[in-house]
């Protein structure tokens, strides 16, 4: 189970912070992520983390929030953070934290994942 906090109302330029704590199952080798989405389109890949031997091996961003978002994570804890600055109207949306129990690579593709939280909701105002 994922459980998903942080999102709320910024004004462009600003920051959140958003969390993802997972209970039930342990991650320290696989992937835990964020992806977003707005009304009327479909879910979009935000940013994942590679586990390996619980130490992060590779981070990866949709280009859209490169320089700006910054994923990381406590595998003790089992959590994964989303750090999200210089924010933009565009990155409105909900935000879903994601994962999945075992991986060798990134993923990217929605469909597998394995683990989903109940989305967090970031507004970003002009």
């Known amino acids: 189970q994922l459980q998903a906090c942080g999102g709320g109302l910024v004004q462009a330029g600003g920051s959140l912070r958003l969390s993802c704590a997972a209970s039930?199952?342990?991650?320290?080798?696989?992937?835990m992520g964020w992806f977003r989405q707005t009304p009327g389109k479909e879910r979009e890949f935000v940013a994942a983390?590679?586990?390996?031997?619980?130490?992060?091996?590779?981070?990866y961003y949709t280009d859209s929030v490169k320089g700006r978002f910054t994923i990381s994570g406590d595998n003790a804890k089992n959590t994964v953070t989303l750090q999200m600055n210089s924010l933009k109207p565009e990155d409105t949306a909900v935000y879903y934290c994601a994962a999945k129990a075992d991986a060798q690579s990134m993923i990217r593709r929605e469909r597998e994942y394995e683990y989903w939280g109940q989305g967090t909701e970031v507004t970003v105002s002009s």
């Open positions: 983390m590679l586990w390996s031997g619980r130490a992060i091996s590779y981070s």
């Open positions: 039930g199952r342990a991650f320290g080798n696989g992937v």
